[in-house]
């Protein structure tokens, strides 16, 4: 996680992050408040006990729709693997593959 947020290349971070229940861990928890300021958003496992403020949710039930975007650029083999060695030929490669993906689904 630290090197995902250490890489990032967003001029700011975001105050929360949406997990599994893999990601529920209170030492989780305590580095990513103290040391970049982020809360954790994850669903509790069962043999914890509840670390979320009682609110539902709703970040977390949407989080399926990123997860199908994911699965549909997996269509395109030029995404799966990277071949582009810079960057910018690689965004672009996706920004043509999401046109793609919306033109397909409007017609």
Same mark, same amino acid.
């Given at each position: #996680? ?5 890489g ?19 030492p ?11 809360? #954790?958003?994850?669903p ?19 989080? !399926? ?8 650029m997996?269509g ?6 990277? !071949? ?5 030929n ?10 793609? #993906?919306?033109?397909r689904?409007?017609?």
């Amino acid at each position: #996680m630290e090197y995902v947020l250490a890489g990032s290349f967003l001029d700011q971070l975001p105050a929360r992050l949406i997990g599994d229940k893999a990601y529920d861990s209170d030492p989780l928890d305590r580095r990513l408040q103290e040391e970049y300021g982020i809360q #954790m958003i994850a669903p509790n496992r069962r043999n914890r006990s509840r670390t979320q403020d009682g609110r539902k949710l709703r970040r977390y039930r949407r989080r !399926w729709k990123v997860e199908r975007l994911f699965a549909w650029m997996h269509g395109f083999r030029r995404l799966v693997t990277r !071949w582009e060695y810079h960057v910018e030929n690689f965004l672009g490669f996706v920004h043509l593959a999401c046109l793609h #993906m919306l033109l397909r689904h409007l017609a």
